[in-house]
């Protein structure tokens, strides 16, 4: 089994202050909560082997929503509008996708060529990830911030394969990616 590989495109943030404070370009620092909604694609190569070694392909590909939140802090450097900050933050998905576990090559106990050999169903299911995040980001006026993060996230997968020709009839597998998300964004203060 190959790492599935995601992309996530958070499409609103919306950022809720709950500090307060004197000066008027410095409404952002203090403890914030977010609000995510956006999409994410879930692609990649599944590999698999049957019990003769045979070697199986299949490329899932499925658009979905990604929804989640986020708590962190953030404070203002001196006067001079550049805000820093961090958090972490919890999404879940929609992602989902079936399909049936074909052989691409090999011979079948005949000596037969066994190209197309159907050897059972997959399901695979984006649930969620786990991250934090350090923000560097800039007022752009007194309720608008524009910011770029980098940011640490595990997502979790699982997996389920069924109606098997070979082995077990049904398997299930919890597979982790880990890595570093990079992104850019904006916030509006509401409050």
């Known amino acids: ?32 909560i977010a609000v995510q909604g956006g999409g994410v694609k879930l692609a ?9 070694g045979n070697v199986g392909l299949t490329s899932p590909t499925i658009l979905s929503y990604a ?17 820093v900050g961090f958090d972490v933050s919890y999404n879940m998905y929609g992602a989902n996708t079936n399909g049936a576990l074909t052989i691409d090559s090999g011979k079948d106990n005949a000596g037969k ?16 990830s786990m991250g934090a995040s350090v923000m560097g980001g800039m007022l752009m006026n007194p309720r608008v911030i524009a910011y770029a993060k980098l940011g640490y996230e595990v997502i979790k997968f699982s997996m389920v394969y069924s109606k098997l020709t070979f082995d077990k009839n049904e398997e299930a597998f919890s597979q982790s990616s880990k890595g570093i998300v990079p ?7 509401l409050s």
């Open 67 to 83: 929804a989640g939140g986020l708590v962190g802090y953030a404070f203002e450097l001196g006067t001079s509008k550049s805000v």
């Open 113 to 128: 060529p066994n190209t197309g050999a159907n050897q059972g169903a997959y399901n695979i299911k984006m649930k969620n």
């Open 1 to 32: 089994m190959r790492y599935i590989f995601q992309i996530k495109l958070v499409l609103l943030v919306v950022l809720l202050s709950v500090t307060s404070s004197t000066r008027v370009h410095a409404l952002f620092p203090g403890f914030n």
């Open 183 to 189: 992104s850019v964004g904006g916030a509006l203060l």
């Open 44 to 52: 990649g190569k599944h590999n698999f082997f049957d019990a003769a």
